[in-house]
Every structure is written in C-alpha cells, then in structure tokens.
C-alpha cells in the first residue's frame, strides 16, 4: 500500500468526517467540491469537527490544528487530483450524479490513481464502466460519526484487482478503521443492509400517523438498549441523504416512498431542517453542547 496523496470528492456530512479522519493520522488531503460557495461550506464542517476530535481521542488543540493544516480545498477537479493516489468519492446518493462524476473524474486522474466509492446504497460495478479503469475501483465505505463508529467496509465488484483490494483494507487500517472485506457485492453492505430496513420502517410508521418521532425513538431505544433511536440516526446521517434514496423509490414507482419522500422534502429540507449540519432535523441542536454530545 503505498497512498500518500488522498482526494476525497464531495465534502457534505460524511465527507467532511473521512477527510479529517485521514488528515488526523498523518495523511494530506485534497479536498473538492462543485464550486467555491459549496467548498467554503466544507470548511466550516471541517473546523467543527476540530473540538470534536480533540474530545474524543483527547487531543491537544495543536493536534487537530496540525490535521486542518493538512488539508487543501479545490473546486476544479483536475487540480484536486493532480497527486492523487486515492480518490475517495463521497458525492450525492444519485446515480445520475455518481455516474457523470466518474466518467469525469476518469478523464483528468492520473493513470496511477485509485477510485473508491463510499456510496451507501449503490453497487461499485454500477459505475466501473464509467471509471475507464474497472480493475482500479472499489467501495469503501464508512460510518457516520467515523472517530466513534470507525467501520470500513471494503467490496470489490467482479472486475477489481485482488492487489488492490488488499491494498485498500490495508489502508483503511491505517486511518484508523477497523476494515471490514465483503468478497461479494451487496446493495448496502453490511451496515445498511441491517440498518437502512430500521430507518425506512420508522419513517413509515412516522408517514403513515402510526406514532411520533419521539415515541418512535423511545420504542426502539428502551427495547433493545440501543443508545440512539431511527431518527436520531437520520439527523446525523442527514435527511438529504434519506430523502435522495425514498425519492429514487418513490421513482421507481413505490407509493409509500413517495409520501416519504414528500414529508422529507415540504416538512424538513424545504425549512432547511437538514440534521445537525444545520442545527436542526427531527430534534433541534441549539446548544453546542448538544452537538458534541451526539
């Protein structure tokens, strides 16, 4: 394994946590997004994970600084990956958006460089065609809350290179993970095929007029002692993200998601209440005490 130079494309709520991660253990990091206006919001996510970190890992202020130093911004593409020996693409959960991405992305790389998709619900063989090198590309996939949650699953698609999926697991180890292989593809993974059934039940039952958020929440955390409920999960994963996956259902032709997708979009992204990126989603984090601790 032999990554110096990582490029994390698409800096929102979880892109923003896998390029402080890997600055955090030593690496430079190029960061890039659309355009100036969208990179200047990646900042501001990034220095605020920086009291974040240093409370976790019990850090001093010198060494989250050192991390933030270690990161450089672009909006043109071409120049965040001039040195890059990975690129980790954390854009929008939209097929349409990946695809355009990678066909891009193929064209300007340099021929050495590596391409991982952290995408949560879509198959790396959806966009190897796309990537103009098949055998180069792989999901790598990462949790929410990375510091505390620091799972990566690495899944090959059927025309990955066995050297670079074992490169890829040692990597993940070395930003801290713990790496987990998948040898085979599967929609979700892991994590999301255990996790995302939980999350799109809640929001039915929430749909549907079945029961509230809170009591939701309260069910599932007093009977199985978990220490978050669905929708305090969605808050930090971000309701764009779930709102991206009921839309791509309720376009395939699924009612239920369709209402789903309607609530999300009228009740919560339209007031801007996107999580705690934004302070608000489900359950409002005024308090910046309140979001430290979620």
């Not at 974040?52 to 060494?63: D, G, N």
Request: aromatic content about 10%; overall charge negative; proline content about 4%.
């Amino acid at each position: 394994m032999n990554y110096k130079h990582i490029t994390v494309a698409g800096c929102g709520v979880l892109g923003s946590q896998i390029a402080f991660q890997i600055a955090f253990k030593g690496f430079h990091v190029a960061v890039y997004d659309i355009n100036e206006e969208a990179v200047e919001r990646a900042k501001e996510r990034l220095l605020k994970l920086k009291p974040r970190y240093q409370k976790h890992f019990k850090s001093t202020e010198e060494e989250v600084n050192q991390a933030y130093n270690r990161l450089s911004f672009f909006s043109d593409l071409s120049e965040a990956v001039a040195e890059a020996d990975l690129v980790i693409e954390a854009v929008p959960e939209v097929v349409q958006v990946k695809s355009d991405f990678y066909k891009k992305l193929g064209q300007v790389a340099p021929e050495k460089t590596i391409f991982a998709t952290n995408s949560s619900t879509l198959l790396p063989s959806q966009f190897a065609e796309d990537t103009g090198r098949p055998e180069k590309f792989l999901a790598l996939h990462f949790a929410n809350q990375i510091w505390v949650s620091n799972s990566a699953e690495v899944m090959k698609h059927p025309g990955t290179d066995s050297e670079v999926f074992d490169d890829m697991l040692e990597f993940a180890k070395a930003i801290g993970m713990v790496a987990l292989p998948l040898h085979k593809e599967q929609p979700g993974y892991i994590l999301n095929s255990l996790l995302v059934p939980l999350l799109e039940a809640a929001q039915l039952l929430l749909v549907n007029e079945i029961s509230d958020v809170e009591s939701i929440d309260k069910t599932w955390q007093i009977a199985t002692g978990s220490p978050k409920g669905p929708f305090q999960i969605l808050d930090v994963i971000g309701i764009t993200t779930a709102y991206n996956i009921a839309n791509a259902k309720a376009q395939a032709g699924n009612p239920e998601f369709e209402k789903v997708a309607q609530l999300l979009k009228t009740e919560y992204i339209d007031k801007g209440k996107l999580g705690i990126a934004t302070g608000e989603g489900f359950y409002s984090y005024k308090k910046k005490a309140d979001l430290l601790n979620v």
